[in-house]
C-alpha cells in the first residue's frame, strides 16, 4: 500500500476577491473556544467549566512568492485597515474567512531559494471558517 504525504507547498491565497498568489502557509489557525468558570460551593472542591460558545479562530503565517505590484497591495489593504474574504487553498483543504493582514515582512532570498523573495505575511481571521 503506497502512503502519500501531503504538505500546505503549492497553496494559493485569494484576499478580497482578488489571487495574490501562491504561498507557503507556516502557520495554520487555530479553531479554539473559551471556558466559563462554573465551580461553586456545592462542587466538592474541585474546579469546574463549561464551554464558552464563542468560536476563535487564531492567526495565519504565510510566506508568499514575491511578484511585481504585491507588496503595494498588500501594504494597501493594510494601511486602510480592510477586513475582507479570505481563501487559502491547496489540494487538501480549504480556509475560507473574512480577516484582516496584521504584517507584511518582505524576506531575503535565501539558500532554499536563491532566485525568489518572499514576503511574510500574517492574517488575523474574524468570524467563522466557511
Same mark, same amino acid.
Given at each position: 500500500?503506497?502512503?502519500?504525504?501531503?504538505?500546505?507547498?503549492?497553496?494559493?491565497?485569494?484576499?478580497?476577491?482578488?489571487?495574490?498568489?501562491?504561498?507557503?502557509?507556516?502557520?495554520? !489557525?487555530? $479553531?479554539?473556544?473559551?471556558?466559563? /468558570? =462554573?465551580?461553586?460551593?456545592? *462542587?466538592?472542591?474541585? +474546579?469546574?467549566?463549561?464551554? &464558552?460558545?464563542?468560536?476563535?479562530?487564531?492567526?495565519?503565517?504565510?510566506?508568499?512568492?514575491?511578484?511585481?505590484?504585491?507588496?503595494?497591495?498588500?501594504?494597501?489593504?493594510?494601511?486602510?485597515?480592510?477586513?475582507? !474574504?479570505? $481563501?487559502?487553498?491547496?489540494?487538501? /483543504? =480549504?480556509?475560507?474567512?473574512? *480577516?484582516?493582514?496584521? +504584517?507584511?515582512?518582505?524576506? &531575503?532570498?535565501?539558500?532554499?531559494?536563491?532566485?525568489?523573495?518572499?514576503?511574510?505575511?500574517?492574517?488575523?481571521?474574524?468570524?467563522?471558517?466557511?
Amino acid at each position: 500500500m503506497t502512503t502519500v504525504a501531503t504538505s500546505n507547498y503549492g497553496s494559493t491565497w485569494t484576499f478580497n476577491g482578488a489571487v495574490v498568489g501562491p504561498c507557503v502557509v507556516q502557520d495554520f !489557525p487555530e $479553531i479554539s473556544t473559551g471556558k466559563i /468558570e =462554573t465551580t461553586n460551593h456545592a *462542587g466538592g472542591g474541585v +474546579s469546574e467549566f463549561i464551554p &464558552s460558545g464563542v468560536v476563535t479562530l487564531g492567526e495565519i503565517t504565510m510566506s508568499v512568492i514575491a511578484q511585481a505590484g504585491i507588496l503595494t497591495t498588500l501594504k494597501a489593504a493594510l494601511a486602510n485597515k480592510t477586513i475582507a !474574504p479570505n $481563501i487559502i487553498g491547496n489540494a487538501v /483543504e =480549504t480556509f475560507t474567512f473574512n *480577516g484582516f493582514i496584521m +504584517s507584511v515582512k518582505p524576506e &531575503s532570498a535565501d539558500a532554499t531559494s536563491p532566485d525568489a523573495n518572499k514576503y511574510t505575511v500574517v492574517v488575523a481571521a474574524t468570524g467563522a471558517l466557511t
